[in-house]
């Protein structure tokens, strides 16, 4: 596998696999609550820039937090796979309430489809990462903006707080404005938007995004229903050496019985 790779916005840059300094960082659990687990493994990796696509770093490297959600989601599938090779295993629990089974599913990272950044959103985003939608139902445009890293480490913040009101909240995160309404009332008007806008707008930002689609389909062993689930980004994801310690327990503590 080349260590040459090109994220979905064209950054291209040459990453090495994870080594053994680097369990630090994903055992440093003051890091992963603040988010900068990600951050910290990506400088880490990302051993030089061979072309910075949208992005504007100059001689000072990569700022992570500048980078698009979906490039930085690429770049750390890419070290993973880097580092193990593409085949990611992972226990799951089947959604069939009269199964239940628990089994294991293994998948190759690099069937994930990946979404480049069109030309239209490049030129968006390069601009001043604003851009625009007219909401069928209201009427008026709005502006938005897409996630990048900075926004990535405020998001379980966010969630926190937004408690049951956490569609407004990301609406009222993202959008930047609403034409004719000042910004003191822009969460009013969000929190006032029919569905079907919310709907809309939810559609358009991922149609101006780039990245990876971690939706899977899976068939249960047990009861053979296919199901859709998210590809699981826990601590197995970067050291698959944990999960297969675990397995280990089970099986012994299961031979015991
Ligand atoms: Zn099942």
């Known amino acids: 596998m080349s260590n040459v790779i090109t994220c979905p916005s064209g950054l291209t840059g040459r990453i090495r696999g994870l080594k053994v300094k680097e369990e630090r960082i994903l055992a440093d659990r003051k890091l992963a609550k603040s988010g900068g687990q990600l951050d910290a493994l990506l400088a880490a990796c990302w051993e030089e820039t061979l072309d910075p696509g949208p992005y504007a770093f100059g001689d000072a490297g990569v700022d992570w937090g500048a980078v698009l959600q979906g490039d930085r989601f690429y770049a750390l599938l890419q070290i993973r796979a880097l580092t193990y090779g593409p085949e990611y295993a992972f226990a799951l629990g089947c959604q069939n ?116 689609d971690t939706t899977i389909e899976v068939e249960c062993p047990e009861c053979l229903t296919i199901q859709e689930v998210e590809l699981p980004f826990d601590q197995g994801f970067f050291l698959p050496g944990k999960t297969r310690k675990a397995k280990r327990r089970d099986r012994s503590s299961s031979s015991r019985e």
């Open 97 to 212: 309430d009269s199964c239940r089974a628990r089994f294991e599913w293994e998948f190759d990272l690099g069937e994930l489809p990946v979404r480049r950044l069109s030309e239209e959103s490049r030129a968006a985003f390069v601009a001043a990462n604003r851009f625009e939608a007219t909401l069928p139902d209201a009427g008026v445009r709005v502006w938005f903006r897409l996630f990048t890293g900075a926004d990535e480490r405020r998001l379980p913040q966010l969630r926190r707080s937004a408690g049951d009101r956490i569609l407004s909240a990301m609406l009222a995160w993202r959008v930047l404005e609403v034409e004719g309404v000042p910004e003191k009332d822009k969460r009013g008007f969000l929190e006032d938007l029919s569905l079907r806008d919310a709907d809309f707008l939810v559609d358009v930002f991922e149609q101006a995004e780039c990245g990876v």
